[in-house]
């Protein structure tokens, strides 16, 4: 029986992303196949993008949202989600985007415009495989979170008061395995660079998160603050919760659409195997809150301050 508690978890971390500007979307409206939000790529590339549409519309005239949909999961399939947010793709010509990153000075009215047309979502308790007809397989994930109908996130919530952070580790690790488990057919949600760019772990007291699920083999890295000691974890917040910096600060929509804009890394390393065939290697790299928080007070600091001054890092 679920934690009555992990619910009230769970139901205020979404409750803080809907005041936030964040959309709370049903889970029956995911689209397991594609593993995408439909509603909100149509809303997005129509709004935000009118005359690029009804371009395409005049090259696919017969169901062009199906046909976008279809174009779409191919190009994520290739490239990748964070590739896809970042340029979009061409179609017969015409460029279609599916994100808006801020401008950097608002000036620009159209492309405010379209930053303001951006639809951040959160959907609760997704049933994302499409393979849920192999026995008794039907996995959910407590929260599922989508930029513009693509899948930028997921998290399991654990309550500490009956389970650690830990055991939403160790669920990723053995519950959430990439492949399926009978047909070993690739979850497109979870899948390296087309699903999810991170998945995080959450309780009340520690996040941790991984970019990467390889069943077992995955590793997850601290997502916390530190404590004022110098130590880990986080430090206690008088009323709130430890963690709440995740869905308050680093989901705030601003700070959450710059992160995917401008630090978020693809690194790609040419190695040889061990009979000296090429081959390459891909991390995608997340930061650390610290990392993160860190190039956040540097701008600050240097937008105030002006060029030219020095500045010491300290970190373990």
């Not at 590339?45 to 395409?56: G, M, P, T, Y």
């Not at 010509?93 to 000075?105: A, M, S, T």
């Not at 959430?176 to 009340?204: C, D, I, M, N, Y």
Request: aromatic fraction near 10%; charge should be neutral; include cysteine.
């Amino acid at each position: 029986m679920a934690d009555p508690r992990e619910k009230e978890f769970q139901a205020d971390i979404v409750a803080a992303l809907e005041s936030g500007g964040w959309l709370v979307g049903e889970p029956t409206s995911y689209d397991r196949e594609r593993a995408l939000y439909p509603e909100d790529v149509l809303a997005f590339v129509q709004e935000a993008h009118s005359n690029a549409w009804d371009r395409f519309c005049r090259h696919y005239p017969t169901d062009p949202e199906k046909t976008l949909l279809d174009n779409l999961e191919r190009q994520l399939q290739r490239h990748g989600t964070l590739s896809i947010l970042r340029n979009g793709f061409k179609d017969r010509g015409v460029r279609l985007e599916f994100c808006q990153f801020q401008p950097d000075h608002a000036m620009n009215e159209e492309a405010q415009a379209r930053f303001e047309a951006n639809r951040l979502r959160v959907v609760p308790e997704v049933a994302y495989s499409p393979y849920s007809r192999e026995s008794e397989y039907d996995p959910r994930l407590d929260q599922v979170l989508f930029v513009n109908g693509l899948p930028v996130a997921t998290l399991e919530v654990k309550s500490a008061f009956q389970q650690s952070v830990q055991q939403a580790i160790h669920q990723y690790r053995k519950d959430r395995p990439p492949k399926a488990p009978t047909s070993r057919k690739t979850e497109p949600l979870l899948a390296f660079k087309r699903g999810a760019l991170v998945h995080f772990a959450v309780s009340q007291d520690e996040v941790w998160m991984t970019t990467h699920l390889n069943g077992r083999d995955t590793t997850f890295l601290p997502f916390n603050r530190g404590t004022m000691a110098g130590g880990a974890g986080n430090p206690e917040i008088p009323d709130d919760y430890d963690t709440a910096y995740l869905w308050k600060e680093v989901l705030a929509k601003e700070n959450w659409l710059r992160i995917l804009g401008r630090y978020v890394h693809l690194e790609r390393e040419e190695k040889q195997d061990f009979h000296g065939r090429p081959y390459t290697e891909e991390k995608l790299i997340f930061p650390r809150y610290h990392q993160w928080d860190a190039v956040r007070k540097l701008l600050r600091t240097t937008r105030k301050e002006g060029p030219g001054h020095r500045y010491l890092l300290q970190h373990s």
